[in-house]
């Protein structure tokens, strides 16, 4: 850690999940989805340099300055977690590899992943990444949302992840 700041930025409303824990999606079946300016964002980080920085959204490899800002971090030896669904896998890879990305946390419910998130394979892409990158990526992280659809999963659900 640099310091004691952290910073998160929700840089796009878009999503590709269909969780049944969130209705964010449904933003991007009305048409307005919005992304947070790049400037802006730029502009906070050139001010407080030194923060720890979280870019998630929605989705994050929906974030259309997305490269730009990755970009940008790596020139500047900006510290950073890139926060991810890995519904859109290719994508995610690209990024991470693009821009030798460490700090990568990604989303997962469990067992009953796709049916919560409402993506078939959603749960697949998951694990392929995480066996996949787990050597490659200093600070690899999954988050659990423990939420009353897998309230009584959670034994089979850390059985998963262990």
Known sequence: MRSNKLIQFYLTDYCNSRCKTCDIWKVALRDICTHMDYKKVIDTIEQFHNADYVFGGGEFTQYKYRYDL???CKEHNVKYTMLSNAIDLSELIKL???FDVQNVT??????????????LGNLDNIKYFVADYKSKISNLKISYTYSRYNEYNVENDMQMFR
């Open 106 to 119: 990604i989303s997962c419910d469990g067992t009953r992943h796709d049916y919560i998130r409402g993506v």
């Open 70 to 72: 990755l970009r940008y």
């Open 96 to 98: 991470v590899e693009m």
